[in-house]
Structure formats: structure tokens, C-alpha cells
């Protein structure tokens, strides 16, 4: 059993865990703190890992800071919903607004590998029209990036993921195969496919950041269905397992276990370091460069709380839209009762998908929705439970006992900015002192009418393919994005289109926050494919001498 | 089995039968006039028991065959549940084919046997029937024959290994049939080119099936080229053989027939490498021998590799044929 | 259907593939749950004691899942959800202040502490605390229908769902590692998941859950 990654920081004295040997270790470069590192992340996510990554390939010297733990999932992850609630930022941020978010194991991760540790691995494309929601489509924003420059980049981020997907892909424009073939379907994933089939829907088995063959160090998925609770396989191709042994072994160092609090402004008005807490007391880290990348919430809270004399407002925030636009996603339900045996927790929850309403521009509103076949645990079904239908006692407890026949349909759709939601500076403090972010949040008109087309068509599927008992879940949300938005004008976004933050030239955001839409899928494949590029981009600029 | 399916079996048994042989019809005069004709060898001088030795081979071809197939199926239909009551019949009949396999190895006289050649015919007809099964299967599915239910629902092409178990045992007692003297024919056709036609078709069928896997594994080992490499190749010269000159000792072909056979078993090797290699390994066997790659499924290759060995046997014992 | 999964004990798996060493140990831990309170005083846990019976009233013929132990040690623990409403306090405050305010009602009502009422008129209580009915100043501007909503049902429902019992009562398969499924498909069953007892199978059902460990 290895040591409580908790308890003491495992990435240290040269070295940092091999997550793929039983109290293995890698060796692991490490850097004073007075000597400037060329760039320190904040973050080694979805986003934070890639840049790390290329960054370290690219030959910079990088530290990535997480606060979060290092774990070893061989070792450390239990077959066990309760407690694995420790991949989760559990620490308290305080919700409000008319739909305030339910933050946690739906939206924040808190590890080396960030929320990727936790993710359902649904690793799918934009759809190209959404790189120019505003000038396409006509809602939203336009991203400063184009389509088919992402679409290669994209295709990086599957072969760095080794993504396992399908042959042919019902949408888009066409795309490489997939590094792995799709996984096998299980019965909820048929049950979608079947439905959709007789709404005349096109559906895909769904392409997973899982592998269905062996990968190198990764065997194939087991189909445990403990995936959103830590994989304890190695299947799972999160950045802790791809993107942050890449970097180790390009000499970036990984300090676990250390919570930013503040980035220090020199008198130049550029980032001269991170101000970290890491056992028992705050360090700090020079650096040229400082990338931050710790999602939509700690983003922006990191932004406003290194708020200097010379940047009042916080940091990069001279358009004022530092902790605005936030963006979660709807992610409500369509749940039922099936007489056969579903036993929806084998394998992966969403091992099938449509993103037919993605593409099918004849709404009347605006923005896309996918859904997926979905498998919850037995604490998260309770939860769902009690939460759509109001249930307890005996009738809850009734209601449970079905849970091997039950089958559910779970959308993910795009709700529109709005400078309203957003994230603020609270006065509570936390364990570090910090001041904890504030979440205002209120879905607009737009968001609640694609919300009950989405609940409608799900119902529809699922009485299409004799599900009894059915039942809407009309309140639930996941992942985050737009507290940090990237534009072509400083006066309305916060970083360019390299995610360089257009007031403080080596200030960088690298992660969800810079999304000006959130798309009709789920965000991961894109924030890694942006990091990617970024990467690409630092080390163009650089040989310019542009840094 | 309805009576619409039992037609349908006899007439697929039929067909394939045909199309086994047809290479071999109107075949061509000697090829190679440069090679002197040997004189006609005078029938007093065949070798009466070289029937027998070829038959034989074959029977442990068959028997090789019958083993995969039973284990395979027996591991693929246990984790199909055996949901269809008809899911034990592969089983059964494999078993059986097994069993007589070993008897007619065992038998050195020149005669077939009536219960060897109803169990053979039974079981070509069985995995006939199994595959129109494995078809209904697949269309049954969301998406019917998508590459996604190919790779995942019942294998289409598993079945058919029993019927070559079947059809290379039923050569086998037409061979061992013969009339002291006579050089072995089968429905008029020389058994040596029916036997390598059947072995040809047989490996590329195989082929086909472990092409399908090894693409739905992605083909993330590089050996996992090797049996859609060599047994084309393989299959390539048996049925040249099948085709051509008679006169010939095909070295080349005994090579790469040798090689592929070797190939089966390392299979079954690298397979149990592939097992252990799943998360848990060994330990986790009711899992990965599930899950994992099959072990018993390659040495079917050699079982063909020796139908073709035989072939080769009674091409060269009988030139004439 | 009662007994639904006859025979079944997900904790008959512990010694095979299905479990690893760090699940044994979190499971064990579950079970060993400290019974006494480390955070409520005697008062409130005996109201805690009796809100737990009727939001997840148990079975009389086995011991129950010790549900105010639960919530005792989530917030003695300081374990806490990643977010908090704004009307909310804390976890610990919002349990103290919503038990007492809970009193508060049930005396107003019906003349007793909620632990003494008969269950109907407790249920009553919780029901109009759901709905947001209950107010006063004992629950010091705390919305009773939120304190409902995310304390009351989250914290006891979820730790009776963390529970083997809970477990065997739905038939979840319950740990898998290193050992998954195989068998993916609709009515379609591993040999070491929970066999359910269909009518006139129960005898059946039971050999093969017997059979799971």
C-alpha cells in the first residue's frame, strides 16, 4: 500500500510516483525557487497538463503546481463511490443566483491530472460552426480560433489520449480514425441506440478517453463502472496517466499538494512568480512566465485575488470580464424502469451518444445538446432520486430496490453567456487563508427552453423502447468554462487567441475559462486540444523572441 | 431447427462444397513443358498404404480443428450464457468430431467408417447452421452490420471452422476410401487438389476472422500481423498447388505450410501472454479468459496447415492424380 | 418486491478479484464507524436518531445501519460537499440549528420533541419542512425546505447507499477491481453479481448468490 498521498507530498527528492508500478518511482527533475523557471502552471488538468507537457518537450523549464494530491490509482483508488469523493475540490465555495451550481464531483477535480482523474472520458469534437457561434450562428460569441486549425489539433489531443472510438462518425466533417476501436455496448448504451433508432436519430457508440486494447502501461477497460470515481486500472487516459509522465520525462517538475494563492506583479507590471502553500507554509517560485490553468472556478479566483495597487481589479482584468460569463452546462435526465436487467453500472456510464441535436439547426432557440446513455453508482442514483422526485422512506427505499432495471438518457447542452454568472472573491476564508470564490448563477430563457426540448426528446426515446416508471431529473449541471474568455479585443475578452492575457504579456490562461461558448459537448477534448496549441504557439513566439 | 433453416444449411453445405472444388475443375495440362514427363507410373507401384497415412493426417487435421472449436466455442458460448438452448450443440458436435478425429487416427484400415463419416457431415452442417445463427445475431443488433457489432456480437466467421473441421474430415475418410491401386479421388477430383483447394479457402476464411479481431484490437502489437501476413502467403501457394502442376515437390509450400502451422501454436502462445497481460492477470482468469484474446481460436491455423501437409502427401504420392 | 436478491452479501466477495486491499480497508473502516457522537450532544442525536428512522426507515430483522453515526462523522471529520448555499451555514451549524428548530415545531404541534411523536405526525413535520412550511425564528433565517433539501436527505440517504447492507438490498454489484464485468448486455449476469429472485425462483436465486463469493 503506498504512502497517504495526502499526507506528505510523493513528488519530491528527485522523485515523483510511477503511476503505472506499484511503488514505482519516476525520476523527476526538480528547480530552486530562486532560480526563475521559464514557466510556472497553475493546474495540470485538461488544460494545465498539455502545456506542461509541450512545454517541457519544447525545452522550456516548467513547474506545474496542483493543489490537489498525487495519487496512484493502482494503489490508492477504492472500488467506492464515498471515498473517492477525495478526487473532488470538496473545499467549500459559496453558491448563489437563481440556479446556483452544485459544485464538486460534477464540475471540479482536485489531483495531479485535475478533473481528468474523475472525468467520464467523453472526449468529443466541437462542431466547426461553433468556432463562430456569433457570426455562424447567430448567439454567443466568436472564438478568435479557427476551425480547421483546431480540427488538427484535435486530432492530436485523440492520439495523445489514445481515445477509443468509432469507425465512422455520424457528424461533422470528416475526422482521422480513432488511435483504438469503440468499446462494446453495454444494455443502457442499447437502450439509447434503440430509441434513437426508432426516433430515426443517428447514434455512435461513444468515443472514450478509455483503451479498448492495450496501450504501452494500460491494460483494457475491465468495464468496473467505477470510472467517475477514479480508475484503478490505468484504462482511463487521463493527463495524470498520459500528458504528466510525458512531462516528468521532459524535465518538468510536478510540486503536488501546493495551493497558489497569489501571483506576484513586479514594478514592470509582469508576473514575476506564484506564491504557493506547500506543507505547512507559503513558498514562492520565481518564474518568466506564469500559465494559469485551474479551471472556470479557481481561475478567476486566483486572477482577483493576486489584485495588485497598479491592477486594483485583479489581474488581466482591465476588460472586466475576469470571473464573468461563467458557463456550466445542462446535464438533466430522463430516467426509467425497464423489465429486463439493465445493470447500467458495468463499464463506463455513457458508452453510447447523439449529438443529433447538435447539427440540427430546427430549433427555436439557440445552441446545441447531445445525450448519453448514463450509469449511475447507488449514492449518486439515490441522490437523484430524492433531488427529481422528492422521495424518502419507505417509498425511496422501494423505489431503489429497482435498481438493476432502471435505464436513463442524460443530456449535455450548451447555456449561453452571460456577464450575470460569475465568479467573485467571498470574505470567508479557507484552510490557506485565501478568500473562497463565490458562484452566482441563473439559467437565461434560452438555456431553460433547449433544457425541456432536450427533456422531451430523452422522454420520447425512452418510452420508445418500453421503459415504465419514467422521470424527469429537471435540475442538474457539469463542467464549467468562460471565466476568462479568449478574443480578438482586449476590451472583451481576457486573453488572445494564443490564451496570452492581453494586459500582462507573460500571463497566460490555459484551461476552460477561456471558452466564449460552451458547445453542446462535453469540454475536455478541447481545452486539451487548446493547450496543445498553445504550447505549439509559446514555442513559435519564443523563437521569434516574442515571449 | 425449422425446416426453412435445415434447407438452407444443406444448400449452404453444398454450395461450399462446390466452390471448395472448383478450382480444381478443367484444370489445365502440365504447365511446365520444359520438365520431362515422368512415364505413367504403372498402378501396381502406389503405394497402398500412402492412402491411409494421407487420410490419417487428415483426421488429425480435422481432430486439431474439432479441439479449437470446442474449446473456443465452449468459453464464447458460456460467456454468451448459452442463452439459446442451441448454444451447446457447437459443443456437442466438436466433441463428437473430436472423438472420431481420434478413432480414424487410430484406424490404419482402408475403409471409411459410416459413424466418422455422420459425424463429419454433421458437424460441417452444424457450423453451417451456427453461422446463419451468428447472422441473425448481428442483424438483431442496433446498427446490424456495422462494424461495431462485427467486432462485438457473435463471431461471423467462428462457426465456419467447425464445418472445415467437418468437411476436412469427410476428405479424410474419401481418402482412406480408396481402392487398393487407385489414386484417391474425391466426386472425380483428385483428393490431393481437393484437400489443398479446401485448405486455401480455410486459411483465408481464418485469416479474415483474425484480421477482424486484430483490427478491433487496433493492432497495438506488432505480431498482430502475422496472421494476416503468413497465411495469405500460405494460402497463396496450397491453392497453386491445388491448381497447377502436379508434378512438382513443392518445398516452398511444405515450408510456409510447416511455418503457419508453428504460427497456430505460437498464437495460442502470444494469446496467453495477451490474458495475462489484462488488469489482474491470471488471477483475474474468470474475467480475462473471457475477455481476453482467445487461446484456443489460433490453432485452428495449424489444423489447416496440416490438411494442407496431407494435401501436399497426396499430391506427391500421386502425380499422376 | 422485498428480499429481492435472496442470499445476496456483496461482502462474501471480499477475498476475490473483485476487491483490492485498499477497498478492504475503506469497507472496514465503513463498517467500524464510531457509534457514539463525536459532534451532536445526547439531545440532538436523539433527534437526529429519530429524523434517520423515518427519512430511511430499515428492516426490523437485521441491525440497522448506524445512519446518525454517519452523519456524526462527516461533520467531525470535516468532511465537506465543495459548495454551500449562501443561505446556508455551515454543515454542523445547519444540522444543530435545523434539529433544534425541528424540536421547536414538533413541540409547538404536537406538545413533545420530535423523538417521542408517533411516526405519522413525524412524518408530517418532515413532510412540511420539505415543503418549506416550517419557520420561526429557531431555524435563524435558515430556509427549512434547503436545509431539507441538502442536509437532511443528502446526509442520510447517501450514508445508508454507502452501506454493503444498502448494497445487497438493490443488488449492486458492489467493489470491482481488479475483476469488472464481462457480461455487458440486457438481462445478461456475471456470475459473481447478485441473482435476482424472479417469482417462483427464490430457492434458485438463492444457490446462485450463495454461489457469488
Known sequence: ?547 | ?321 | MADRYPGYDVLSKRWTESWNETTRQVIDRRLSVPRQARFFSAAEWRTLSAVCDRIMPQPKDRPPVPLPAYVDQKIAAGLLDGYRYAQMPPQGEAWQRGLAALDRAAQDAHGGRFHVLPPDQQDGLLRRMQQGELTGEAWGGMPCKLFFERRVIPDITQAYYTHPVAWNEIGFGGPASPRGYVRMGLDRRDPWEAAEANTGERAHARRKNNRVG
Open chain 2, 1 to 321: 431447427m425449422t425446416r426453412d433453416t435445415t434447407a438452407l444449411a444443406i444448400s449452404g453445405a453444398a454450395l461450399l462444397g462446390l466452390a471448395a472444388l472448383a478450382p480444381t475443375w478443367g484444370r489445365p495440362t502440365s504447365r511446365a513443358p520444359a520438365v520431362p514427363a515422368r512415364p505413367a507410373t504403372p498402378a501396381a507401384t502406389i503405394d497402398p498404404g500412402a492412402a491411409v497415412r494421407a487420410a490419417r493426417r487428415m483426421n488429425r487435421a480435422a481432430g486439431l480443428i474439432a479441439a479449437s472449436v470446442l474449446a473456443d466455442s465452449a468459453i464464447e458460448h458460456y460467456r454468451g450464457s448459452f442463452h439459446n438452448k442451441a448454444m451447446v450443440t457447437p459443443l456437442v458436435v466438436a466433441t463428437l468430431s473430436l472423438a472420431v478425429s481420434a478413432h480414424g487416427n487410430a484406424d490404419k484400415r482402408p475403409v471409411a467408417h459410416r459413424a466418422r463419416d455422420g459425424v463429419y457431415a454433421a458437424a460441417a452442417v452444424t457450423g453451417l447452421v451456427g453461422t446463419c445463427f451468428h447472422i441473425f445475431n448481428i442483424s438483431k443488433k442496433p446498427g446490424g452490420f456495422s462494424w461495431q457489432n462485427l467486432f462485438y456480437s457473435a463471431p461471423i466467421g467462428a462457426p465456419t471452422a467447425l464445418t472445415l473441421s467437418g468437411a476436412m474430415g469427410f476428405l479424410a475418410e474419401r481418402v482412406r476410401d480408396t481402392a487398393p491401386g487407385l489414386a484417391p479421388t474425391i466426386a472425380g477430383v483428385s483428393a490431393g487438389r481437393a484437400v489443398a483447394a479446401a485448405t486455401g479457402v480455410g486459411l483465408l476464411g481464418t485469416v479474415a476472422e483474425a484480421g477482424l479481431l486484430h483490427f478491433r484490437g487496433a493492432y497495438h502489437d506488432p505480431f498482430m500481423f502475422l496472421p494476416v501476413t503468413i497465411p495469405p502467403l500460405t494460402a497463396a501457394l496450397i491453392g497453386n498447388a491445388a491448381l497447377g502442376e502436379m508434378r512438382h515437390r513443392r518445398p516452398m509450400t511444405r515450408f510456409w505450410l510447416r511455418f503457419t502451422a508453428a504460427l497456430g501454436f505460437a498464437g495460442a502462445g502470444f494469446h496467453t501472454i495477451g490474458v495475462a497481460r489484462n488488469m489482474g492477470g491470471w488471477r483475474n482468469w474468470r474475467q480475462n479468459l473471457l475477455n481476453g484474446p482467445p487461446i484456443p481460436a489460433p490453432p485452428s491455423f495449424t489444423g489447416l496447415a496440416l490438411a494442407g501437409l496431407a494435401a501436399l502427401g497426396l499430391m506427391e504420392d500421386h502425380p499422376d492424380g
Open chain 1, 1 to 547: 500500500m503506498s504512502a497517504d498521498p495526502f499526507a506528505a507530498p510523493p513528488a519530491a527528492n528527485g522523485r515523483a510516483p510511477d503511476v503505472f508500478k506499484r511503488g514505482g518511482w519516476v525520476p523527476m527533475r526538480q528547480y530552486g525557487e530562486d532560480e526563475a523557471v521559464d514557466f510556472a502552471v497553475v493546474g495540470t488538468g485538461a488544460g494545465g497538463g498539455p502545456l506542461i507537457c509541450g512545454l517541457a518537450e519544447g525545452g522550456f523549464s516548467v513547474v506545474g503546481f496542483d493543489a490537489g494530491p498525487y495519487f496512484r490509482p493502482l494503489e490508492d483508488f477504492a472500488s467506492d463511490e464515498r471515498e473517492q469523493d477525495k478526487l473532488y475540490w470538496t473545499d467549500e465555495r459559496v453558491v448563489d443566483g437563481a440556479n446556483p451550481i452544485t459544485m464538486g464531483g460534477k464540475n471540479s477535480g482536485k489531483a495531479v491530472g485535475g478533473s481528468t482523474v474523475h472525468f467520464a472520458m467523453v472526449s468529443l469534437r466541437f462542431r466547426p460552426e461553433w468556432f463562430k457561434s456569433r457570426s455562424a450562428l447567430g448567439y454567443g460569441a466568436d472564438w478568435p480560433l479557427n476551425w480547421r486549425e483546431m480540427w488538427q489539433y484535435y486530432t492530436k489531443a485523440e492520439k495523445a489520449l489514445s481515445i477509443s472510438g468509432p469507425l465512422s462518425y455520424p457528424w461533422g466533417p470528416k475526422r482521422p480514425r480513432y488511435p483504438y476501436r469503440a468499446h462494446e455496448l453495454n444494455g443502457a448504451a442499447e437502450l439509447l441506440a434503440r430509441g434513437a433508432e426508432a426516433m430515426g436519430l443517428k447514434w455512435t457508440p461513444t468515443q472514450l478517453a478509455t483503451v479498448s486494447a492495450p496501450h504501452r502501461k494500460s491494460p483494457p477497460c475491465v468495464y468496473r463502472g467505477f470510472c467517475r470515481f477514479g480508475c484503478s486500472t490505468n484504462a482511463k487516459q487521463s493527463q495524470l496517466v498520459t500528458f504528466i509522465p510525458r512531462a516528468l520525462q521532459a524535465g518538468a517538475e510536478i510540486r503536488d499538494l501546493a495551493m497558489v494563492g497569489r501571483i506576484e506583479i513586479g514594478p514592470d507590471g509582469r508576473a514575476t512568480g506564484v506564491h504557493y502553500h506547500r506543507e505547512g507554509r507559503w513558498r514562492f517560485q520565481k518564474a518568466r512566465n506564469v500559465a494559469v490553468a485551474g479551471y472556470a472556478i479557481e481561475t478567476p479566483r486566483l486572477l482577483l485575488a493576486s489584485a495588485t495597487d497598479k491592477f486594483p481589479d485583479g489581474l488581466a482584468n482591465s476588460s472586466g470580464l475576469v470571473g464573468k460569463n461563467l458557463m456550466t452546462q445542462s446535464n438533466q435526465a430522463v430516467f426509467g424502469t425497464m423489465a429486463q436487467e439493465v445493470r447500467w453500472n458495468k463499464g463506463p456510464p455513457s458508452l453510447s451518444i447523439t449529438e443529433h441535436w447538435n447539427y440540427d439547426d430546427g430549433k427555436d432557440f439557440a445552441g446545441g445538446y447531445c445525450w448519453m446513455a448514463q450509469g449511475p453508482l447507488p449514492v449518486e442514483w439515490v441522490t437523484i432520486q430524492t433531488s427529481s422526485r422528492g422521495l424518502w422512506g419507505q417509498a425511496l427505499r422501494d423505489e431503489m430496490e429497482k435498481y438493476n432495471h432502471q435505464v436513463g438518457l442524460k443530456m449535455v447542452g450548451e447555456m449561453l453567456p452571460d456577464e450575470c454568472n460569475r465568479v467573485t472573491l467571498a470574505d470567508q476564508k479557507d484552510q490557506y487563508g485565501l478568500r473562497v470564490a463565490r458562484v452566482t448563477y441563473s439559467w437565461g430563457d434560452n438555456d431553460k427552453a433547449l433544457i425541456q426540448h432536450a427533456l422531451g426528446q430523452m422522454q420520447t426515446s425512452l418510452e420508445a423502447v418500453g421503459a415504465t416508471n419514467i422521470f424527469r431529473q429537471e435540475d442538474d449541471t457539469n463542467h464549467l468554462a468562460g471565466t476568462a474568455r479568449m478574443g480578438d479585443d482586449p476590451a472583451t475578452s481576457v486573453v488572445n487567441a494564443d490564451c496570452r492575457s492581453w494586459d500582462i504579456p507573460n500571463l497566460w490562461v490555459c484551461d476552460g475559462s477561456v471558452f466564449p461558448t460552451t458547445g453542446g459537448v462535453n469540454p475536455s477534448l478541447t481545452i486539451t486540444g487548446i493547450a496543445m496549441r498553445t504550447a505549439d504557439r509559446i514555442r513559435i513566439l519564443a523563437a521569434r523572441g516574442e515571449l
